[in-house]
């Protein structure tokens, strides 16, 4: 499959509204501390705005209830990964990106048979504490041969002056998250970030 390289991560239906309407057409709802309600409404809604724009959803971590609200696709972790039921969301027609940070990590997703694979953090990253190091665009390119022909995708301390440098290591996609979201103009820096990866298309 291929992956737009703008990879978008967010954690409300509003910031889909507020970016996908730019140009983006990739974009996760990573939303970790929700009541289900919340959650199915934030999902729903997600779901109908991605339509509108023309973008592909990927419910992070909720695989059921992107099941039960027809999305058609989800990304986990290696711990969610453990308890995920891997059958009932093939069977729904669902495609699934999955986390890795080492190579037991690898291993174990390559043998769910992922649409995506993602290695992170490519470079130190606010956005949660990480046992693992800074992989280093190196990394890329190695983990690059080892997922071929299944996508690769970046994440970690990303941001455009970088991109060049991750796509030309392998990467098929980059994700950000708060180099947009925490920035003081995230419209103008969403459309930096298009700009950036369009040259990689």
Same mark, same amino acid.
């Given at each position: 499959?291929?992956?737009? $390289? =703008?990879? +978008? *991560?967010?954690?409300?239906?509003?910031?889909? #509204?507020?970016? /996908?309407?730019?140009?983006?057409? +990739?974009?996760?709802?990573?939303?970790?501390? !929700?009541?289900?309600?919340?959650?199915?409404?934030?999902?729903?809604?997600?779901? /109908?705005?991605?339509?509108?724009?023309?973008?592909?959803?990927? *419910?992070?971590?909720?695989?059921?209830?992107?099941?039960?609200?027809?999305?058609?696709?989800?990304?986990?972790?290696?711990?969610?990964?453990?308890?995920?039921?891997?059958?009932?969301?093939?069977?729904?027609?669902?495609?699934?990106?999955?986390?890795?940070?080492?190579?037991?990590?690898?291993?174990?997703?390559?043998? %769910?048979?992922?649409?995506?694979? %993602?290695?992170?953090?490519?470079?130190?990253?606010?956005?949660?504490? !990480?046992?693992?190091?800074?992989?280093?665009?190196?990394?890329?390119?190695?983990?690059? &041969? &080892?997922?071929?022909?299944? $996508?690769?995708?970046?994440?970690?301390?990303?941001?455009?002056?970088?991109?060049?440098?991750? =796509? %030309?290591?392998?990467?098929?996609?980059?994700?950000?998250?708060?180099?947009?979201? +925490?920035? %003081?103009? $995230?419209?103008?820096?969403?459309? #930096?970030?298009?700009?950036?990866?369009?040259?990689?298309?």
């Amino acid at each position: 499959m291929n992956l737009d $390289p =703008f990879y +978008l *991560i967010v954690d409300s239906a509003t910031w889909i #509204e507020r970016l /996908a309407p730019l140009g983006v057409k +990739l974009v996760q709802l990573r939303i970790k501390t !929700m009541d289900e309600t919340g959650l199915r409404a934030e999902i729903r809604r997600s779901k /109908a705005l991605c339509v509108q724009h023309k973008s592909q959803l990927i *419910i992070n971590d909720h695989w059921r209830l992107a099941i039960e609200e027809g999305c058609d696709f989800v990304h986990l972790g290696q711990e969610d990964l453990q308890t995920a039921d891997l059958s009932r969301i093939r069977a729904a027609g669902v495609r699934l990106g999955l986390s890795t940070h080492d190579d037991i990590e690898l291993e174990t997703a390559m043998a %769910a048979r992922p649409d995506y694979i %993602a290695l992170g953090p490519i470079y130190p990253t606010i956005l949660k504490k !990480m046992k693992w190091a800074p992989q280093g665009v190196e990394r890329i390119s190695g983990w690059k &041969r &080892r997922v071929a022909p299944v $996508p690769l995708v970046a994440i970690g301390g990303l941001n455009p002056d970088r991109l060049d440098g991750v =796509f %030309a290591a392998g990467a098929d996609s980059a994700a950000v998250v708060t180099d947009i979201t +925490l920035n %003081a103009d $995230p419209q103008a820096r969403t459309r #930096e970030w298009i700009e950036k990866t369009d040259r990689w298309r």
